[in-house]
């Protein structure tokens, strides 16, 4: 059954309804689980935990993968680089968040809406908002990593947005070149064009990615594209 909502969003509506209605907050979500047609708040989350998109990509991953999500503002993009990053101890991996887009406030507090609480991990997730984040930060980051990294970056226009940084496809392949030497995975989030938006089609393409510098878009082994909800994983032909 589909909700009409993720997961975090429906946990964020049962909070206002805790609040507005002075009930209890299981209370609240047990009234959520009922409008989207379950028993109860458990029956609902046993029903979506076991596959999850996040989850059904994560095991697709081989060591030395890299992939690229695209999709418009507000499609959920970077939350699912997040829920990613989140299952990577899970995965024997070390996790890094690499943002250029985001403060690391505004990143733990997207972490918070998925439920993800950092105490209950034995890693710690590194959060990286630095403004000098470019290929060579990320590597030299993520090259002392107790385990095989699993980093996200956020987002593959702004990397060279510094004119002292190499010219964008030179750092997508540098990290790609490190993520196969080393075994790493890396997730790149990137923007698409928004001429996407006066198309007919459902789902955004890899013809669709803004490129304001060239970048050879064959370095990415996977792609992961949103739009309204639905998600569309590809491998590179």
Same mark, same amino acid.
């Given at each position: 059954?589909? &909700?009409?909502?993720?997961?975090?969003?429906?946990?964020?509506?049962?909070? &206002?309804?805790?609040?507005?209605?002075?009930?209890?907050? +299981? =209370?609240?979500?047990?009234?959520? !689980?009922?409008?989207?047609?379950?028993?109860?708040?458990?029956?609902?989350?046993?029903? +979506? $935990?076991?596959?999850?998109?996040?989850?059904?990509?994560?095991?697709?991953?081989?060591?030395?993968?890299?992939?690229?999500?695209?999709?418009?503002?507000?499609?959920?993009?970077?939350?699912?680089? &997040?829920?990613?990053?989140? #299952?990577?101890?899970?995965?024997?991996? !070390?996790?890094?968040?690499?943002? #250029?887009?985001?403060?690391?406030?505004?990143?733990?507090?997207?972490?918070?809406?998925?439920?993800?609480?950092?105490?209950? +991990?034995?890693?710690?997730?590194?959060?990286?908002? $630095?403004?000098?984040?470019?290929? =060579?930060? @990320?590597?030299?980051?993520?090259?002392?990593?107790?385990?095989?990294?699993?980093?996200?970056?956020?987002?593959?226009?702004?990397?060279?947005?510094?004119? $002292?940084?190499?010219? &964008?496809?030179?750092?997508?392949?540098?990290?790609?070149?490190?993520?196969?030497?080393?075994?790493? @995975?890396?997730?790149?989030?990137?923007?698409?064009?928004?001429?996407?938006?006066?198309?007919?089609?459902?789902?955004?393409?890899?013809?669709?990615?803004?490129?304001?510098?060239?970048?050879?878009?064959?370095?990415?082994?996977?792609?992961?594209?949103?739009?309204?909800?639905?998600?569309?994983?590809?491998?590179?032909?």
């Amino acid at each position: 059954m589909r &909700l009409s909502s993720p997961i975090y969003a429906l946990k964020r509506q049962a909070k &206002l309804l805790a609040r507005d209605n002075d009930i209890r907050l +299981h =209370a609240a979500l047990n009234q959520i !689980a009922t409008k989207e047609g379950f028993n109860d708040w458990s029956h609902l989350a046993s029903s +979506h $935990s076991k596959a999850t998109p996040a989850k059904e990509i994560m095991s697709q991953f081989n060591p030395g993968d890299m992939m690229l999500i695209g999709a418009r503002p507000g499609h959920g993009k970077t939350l699912l680089g &997040l829920e990613l990053t989140a #299952l990577a101890e899970k995965n024997n991996r !070390a996790g890094y968040v690499f943002s #250029l887009d985001y403060n690391e406030a505004d990143v733990w507090d997207r972490f918070e809406k998925l439920g993800f609480d950092p105490k209950e +991990h034995n890693r710690s997730i590194v959060v990286d908002t $630095s403004d000098d984040i470019c290929a =060579a930060h @990320i590597i030299e980051r993520i090259s002392n990593a107790p385990d095989r990294a699993f980093a996200v970056v956020d987002y593959m226009q702004l990397l060279d947005q510094k004119r $002292s940084n190499p010219p &964008l496809d030179e750092q997508v392949r540098a990290l790609k070149r490190f993520a196969t030497e080393r075994g790493a @995975i890396v997730v790149v989030i990137s923007q698409i064009d928004r001429a996407f938006e006066l198309t007919s089609t459902d789902m955004p393409s890899i013809e669709d990615i803004r490129l304001p510098n060239p970048v050879d878009l064959s370095l990415f082994d996977k792609r992961c594209f949103l739009n309204d909800g639905q998600v569309q994983l590809a491998t590179a032909a």
